[in-house]
């Protein structure tokens, strides 16, 4: 019998969030031999579009955004080696409180149930061994990403395949070093709590509450690369200023946290698939 290969599934919100909090892990496990696939819930068309023009403004064209922004994440795949790409198709919701939150279409105000169905017919067709996604605040609080959250958590209750789960996570001494080398580098650094709708929450995790540390550093380049595909959103800009050594000092280092386990791996871990090979 044929032996299948091991398969992590990453499921992201919008273009480019693949590349932010998972690129070193998709880019490491693709060099291991692991299948990877990603699921894009949204289509990014809230985000800034050909030439910098900002989601409201005039000259904002949400089907060029689109447009733009899948060919990006193509892109970043191909520097990932992702061994497959999936597009749920749902309209970007854009940020809590926005008008197109309850657009016709909008992710947010998708019935979780319906979408989870769809992912649950993802997970039956490529039996992921871990998936990847984000916490119940879709940890900074933006309506995509805290749906996301719920379709997963939903498809995986679902099908009950996934031996593990994880959520992304930033470690809070992480953040207080990456502010003190943005301001060392004199970039305007705008501190993501300042835009989250919850201002006492403090975003991250301290140190001992992370489950799982995996080290990508030697596939920062890749990660790198696979950002740099996404440079037409402002945000991501910041990241580049960093330099490539730069960024693999900082953003070498993916954190998570285990939610789910069959396995019975031991914690801490320094692998996603710590207990399955
Ligand atoms: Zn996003």
């Known amino acids: ?52 023009v900002k989601p409201g403004d005039p000259g904002h064209d949400p089907a060029a955004v689109v447009a733009m922004r899948q060919a990006e994440l193509e892109a970043s795949c191909a520097s990932l080696k992702v061994t497959h790409l999936e597009t749920l198709g749902y309209a ?5 409180g926005w008008p197109t939150n309850t657009l016709p279409g909008a992710f947010w105000t998708t019935p979780v149930d319906e979408a989870a169905e769809r992912l649950a017919d993802l997970i039956r067709q490529y039996r992921p061994d871990v998936v990847v996604t984000y ?34 996570t930033v470690p809070r001494t992480a953040f207080a070093e990456f502010g003190r080398i943005m301001r060392e580098l004199g970039v305007e650094w705008d501190e993501p709590d300042a835009s989250s709708p919850e201002p006492q929450l403090e975003l991250g995790l301290p140190d001992d509450e992370i489950s799982t540390w995996v080290d990508t550093t030697s596939y920062s380049g890749q990660k790198y690369d ?21 960024f693999a000092e900082l953003m070498g280092m993916e954190t998570f946290v285990r939610v789910r386990d069959t396995t019975g791996a031991s914690l801490p871990e320094d692998d996603l698939f ?3 090979r």
Not at 6 to 26: F, I, Q, R, Y
Not at 39 to 51: K, L, N, Q
Not at 92 to 96: A, F, T, Y
């Open 274 to 276: 710590a207990g399955l």
């Open 92 to 96: 970007d919701s854009g940020m809590m």
């Open 1 to 52: 019998m044929a032996e299948r290969s091991l398969t992590l599934m990453a499921v992201h919100a919008h273009p480019d969030d693949e590349a932010t909090s998972t690129g070193g892990v998709l880019a490491r496990y693709a060099a291991e031999g692991i299948t990877t696939v990603l699921v894009t819930c949204t289509d990014g068309r809230c985000g800034d579009g050909p030439g910098g």
């Open 226 to 246: 696979a950002l740099a595909a996404h440079a037409s959103q402002t945000e991501n800009i910041f990241f580049l200023q960093l330099g490539r050594d730069r």
């Open 135 to 168: 916490d119940e605040n879709g940890f900074y609080g933006h309506p995509d990403h805290i749906q996301a959250h719920r379709i997963t958590m939903a498809a995986v209750a679902k099908t009950d395949i996934p031996a593990k789960v994880y959520w992304t």
